[in-house]
C-alpha cells in the first residue's frame, strides 16, 4: 500500500520529547535502517519507502507533528503536485470549462487553492518532483490527449488570460496602497467599473484608502477588481467569506450578471451561493494536510450531496 508521511516543521520541537523520541522508537530505525532521521533543520524527516505504516511515531509523538496516511489503492501513480519532502500531495485537478461556471467545494486543507494557483499558472505542477521547478513543457505533454492539456498549452504560451480573485483579502492593504476608486480605475479593462460601483455598493468605499476598509468591504473590492479585467478565465477563491447573509446572495447574483458566458470556477464553502452561482460542482476529496484528489464535474444537487452524504472517497 502507499503511504504519505506528513511532518508538520512548525509543531516539531525535539526538546519536547527528549531528542527525537519518534527516531528512537522507530521499528525500523531498530534495525539498522534509517527510516527517520534529524534534518539539516534539526527537525525530522521519513524516509516514505521504508515507513511501514505502523504509526508509532505518530501516536508517540507528544508535538501531534506526524501525520502517517494511508493513501486509497487507485492512488498508485505520482501525484500532480507536491511542495517538499513529507507535505502536501495533490493528486488530480478538473479543467475549467469555456462557459461554464464550476464551482468547488471540500474541507480546508485538501488543495483547493493550490488547485487554483496550478489552473491560473503562478505555480507549475511538478509531479511529485519537489526538488527543482516544474517544467511547462512536461505538464503539457503529459496532459496532451486531454482538454487540461490544451488549457495548459495556451495558458504558458500566453494566449489565455486569467484573472484571480484571491482568499485572504485581508492582506490586501499590505500588498496594495492608494485609493480603492483609483485603484479600480487602473485595471478596468471591461469599463464596467461605474456600473459594478453601482450594483456592488461601493459610492463610499471608492472614497476611502484600502487600508481604511473592512473584512466585507475588502472582500466586495475584490470581487469588483477581479470582474472588471478582461480575461478569458474568472477565478474566485472563497468569495463569500467576511460577507453577512444578505450580501452573499446579492454577491452571487452580481457574479452570475456580470460574468454571463464567460468561464468561471468558484471556490467556496458557503453551499447556498455555491448552488446559486454554479452550473456545475466538483467535490474536492482527501485528508487534510496530508493529500487530495478532485472529483469529476457534477450536477448542483449530485456535488452537494456527494460532499454532505458519502464518505470521502476519490470516486
Request: glycine share 8%; aromatic share 8%; net charge neutral.
Amino acid at each position: 500500500m502507499k503511504r504519505i508521511a506528513i511532518v508538520d516543521k512548525s509543531k516539531c520541537v525535539p526538546v519536547k520529547c527528549g531528542n527525537y523520541l519518534c527516531v528512537r522508537l522507530c521499528p525500523v530505525n531498530r534495525t539498522g535502517s534509517d527510516c527517520i532521521i534529524e534534518s539539516f533543520d534539526q527537525k525530522i524527516e521519513i524516509d516514505e519507502k521504508l515507513c511501514t505504516g505502523c504509526k508509532i511515531c505518530e501516536h508517540r509523538c507528544p508535538c501531534d507533528a506526524i501525520s502517517i496516511v494511508n493513501l486509497p489503492d487507485k492512488l498508485k501513480e505520482n501525484p500532480l503536485h507536491r511542495f517538499g519532502k513529507n507535505s502536501f500531495e495533490l493528486f488530480s485537478i478538473p479543467c475549467p470549462k469555456k462557459d461554464v461556471i464550476l464551482g468547488v467545494v471540500g474541507k480546508n486543507g485538501i488543495g483547493k487553492s493550490t488547485f487554483l494557483s496550478l489552473i491560473s499558472g503562478t505555480l507549475i505542477p511538478n509531479f511529485g518532483d519537489y526538488s527543482k521547478e516544474g517544467d511547462k513543457a512536461k505538464v503539457v505533454k503529459a496532459f496532451s490527449n486531454t482538454s487540461l492539456g490544451a488549457y495548459f498549452k495556451k495558458l504558458y504560451a500566453g494566449n489565455l488570460n486569467v484573472s484571480l480573485k484571491i482568499q485572504r483579502v485581508e492582506l490586501l492593504p499590505s500588498l496594495l496602497k492608494g485609493n480603492a476608486g483609483d485603484l479600480l480605475k487602473q485595471i478596468d479593462e471591461r469599463e464596467l467599473l461605474d456600473e459594478i460601483i453601482k450594483d456592488f455598493g461601493l459610492e463610499e468605499i471608492v472614497l476611502r484608502n484600502l487600508s481604511e476598509l473592512s473584512g466585507g468591504e475588502l472582500q466586495k473590492f475584490a470581487i469588483a477588481a477581479c470582474i472588471i479585467k478582461d480575461a478569458d478565465f474568472y477565478y474566485f477563491d472563497e468569495p463569500m467569506s467576511f460577507l453577512d447573509i444578505s450580501s452573499r446572495i446579492e454577491i452571487s447574483k452580481l457574479i452570475r450578471k456580470h460574468l454571463e458566458g464567460k468561464s468561471v470556477v468558484v471556490i467556496e464553502h458557503d453551499l447556498t451561493s455555491l448552488d446559486y452561482i454554479s452550473d456545475e460542482i466538483c467535490v474536492a476529496y482527501g485528508e487534510a494536510g496530508a493529500y487530495g484528489i478532485f472529483s469529476s464535474p457534477k450536477s448542483n444537487s449530485r456535488g452537494i450531496n456527494c460532499l454532505l452524504y458519502t464518505s470521502p472517497s476519490p470516486r
